[in-house]
Nanobody, 129 residues
């Protein structure tokens, strides 16, 4: 089992920055990748970014590419999402997720919420115009 706890959400204005954190505990040694997803009211959960735990390779949704940066601190078992130039359309509940096991998963696989094994409780990000 892996437990995930997000923090760092809040209310900001368009153009501001915000950094989300996700602390992992439990059987973290089996983690292959960690991802950030978001869900706005009335919409499906969508992919934001992912990072492979061992290599640090990353992948982003087109909607956040160039504005968001995902990173990890292996020693702290923590993944971060630095969000810059925030827009009102970034408003959503942001979730951290972990995918365990395996030797290789494609970027396409890691962009699918259904492929992840563990989820945090989510943190609200609201961007006002």
């Amino acid at each position: 089992q892996v437990q995930l706890a997000e923090s760092g959400g809040g209310l900001v204005q368009a153009g501001d920055s915000l950094r989300l954190s996700c602390a992992a505990s439990g059987r973290t040694y089996s983690t292959y990748a960690m991802g950030w997803f978001r869900q706005a009211p009335g919409k499906e959960r969508e992919f934001v970014a992912t990072i492979r735990w061992s290599t640090g390779s990353t992948n982003y949704a087109d909607s956040v590419k160039g504005r968001f940066i995902i990173s990890r601190d292996n020693a702290k078992n923590t993944v971060y999402l630095q969000m810059n130039s925030l827009k009102p359309e970034d408003t959503a509940v942001y979730y951290c997720a972990a995918k365990g096991g395996g030797t290789y998963y494609s970027d396409l696989t890691l962009a699918s919420p259904s492929k992840y094994d563990y989820w945090g409780q989510g943190t609200q990000v609201t961007v006002s115009s």
